[in-house]
């Protein structure tokens, strides 16, 4: 069990950085293909686009075909999707790279926490997929800091070059060590898509779509908005990434250390509102160098400390569905990513300047939070104690 861990943590750390690495070289892509910086912004949109398009079509049709076989598949589209975009020169390319990068992102983490049910011991699923996701949370420590830092000395290919190369890893690890097994559920394709009849997963959904926005309008643009505004040097950014991926893993760890006093509705709840509050203080004091930087470490924090509550409450919503449910999740969160890196550039399209980005950052992560308590209302005013 732990080497399927380790295979499906390090597809996740792929993932990671393929989704989260491209803030951290926005300009010298821009520069380098000679697109505007809210263009090169427009690369997140597209991955995003990929994860909605591939995480149901795969969710729907996984059990045909063996789920190692089909980790395969998705890890050889990560890698095509890499060496398209590292190889791109124009921005129909670029963005066509990225869509196939994104194609099997969601996928990816629904087919891995089906594997997960199947080979982990009872009682220890749970624990397997958190250890699945940490990858991703690793890739913004370690990973994506790498990737900035490769950007800024040598060009963002490189990067993307190292993603690529990656994934033939992450496709080695698959082929030795996750076993040949199948679904065989027997869910009929009408019953998985029963529980959307209820309008609860539609605002967990929400609250996903919304929270993630939120913190992307800001970060998607958190490399010019450091470097224009707050006054670090360039040279600083790859510390800068490292900081704001400890607090995604901390945040992690803190999200799952508070669910042993409080229920996952309030977890998230409360964290959407700090959120918030942190993204408006950034668009008042993004000038100051160390309220910046530790309004990012909790921004960034909130972020992941969101994924597991939000999560919980997603299977808790979608029974006879699990597997369309977290697909749907990750496509809401992908979403999100692109509404949310949309409306950052609008501000900056508009002509104002990279603080503003905070403005519609906040909005949309306080609408996070109206949508659960939305949700909370639906269930009842008992339900918040106990969903």
Known sequence: MKKVIVSLALGTFGLGMAEFGIMGVLTELAKDVQISIPAAGHMISWYALGVVLGAPIIALFSNRFSLKHIMVFLALLCLAGNVIFTLSSSYVMLAIGRLVSGFPHGAFFGVGAIILTKVAQPGRVTAAVAGMISGMTIANLIGVPIGTWLSHEFSWRYTFWLIAAFNIAVMVSILMWIPDIADEAKTTLSAQFR?????????????????????????????????????????????????????????????????????????????????????????????????????????????????????????????????????????????????????????????????????????????????????????????????
């Open 195 to 387: 529980f959307l009849k209820s309008p609860a997963p539609w605002l967990i959904f929400a609250a996903t779509l919304f929270g993630n926005a939120g913190v992307f309008a800001w970060f998607s643009y958190i490399k010019p908005l450091m470097i224009f505004v707050s006054g670090y040097a360039e040279t600083t950014m790859p510390a800068i990434m490292m900081l704001v991926g400890l607090g995604m893993v901390l945040g992690n760890m803190l999200s799952g250390k508070l669910s042993r006093w409080f229920t996952p509705l309030r977890i998230a709840m409360t964290t959407d509102l700090v959120i918030a509050i942190a993204l408006a203080l950034i668009f008042f004091f993004a000038w100051n160098k160390t309220a910046s930087l530790s309004l990012a470490f909790i921004s960034c924090a909130g972020l992941f400390a969101l994924s597991a509550p939000l999560q919980i409450l997603l299977l808790q919503n979608a029974k006879g569905g699990e597997m369309l449910g977290a697909a749907g999740g990750q496509m809401a969160f992908n979403l999100g990513s692109a509404v949310g890196a949309f409306c950052g550039g609008m501000m900056l399209t508009a002509g104002l300047t990279y603080q503003y980005v905070a403005l519609p950052a906040a909005l949309l992560s306080l609408s996070a939070m109206i949508s659960l308590v939305l949700y909370s209302r639906l269930k009842g005013h008992g339900a918040a104690a106990v969903q």
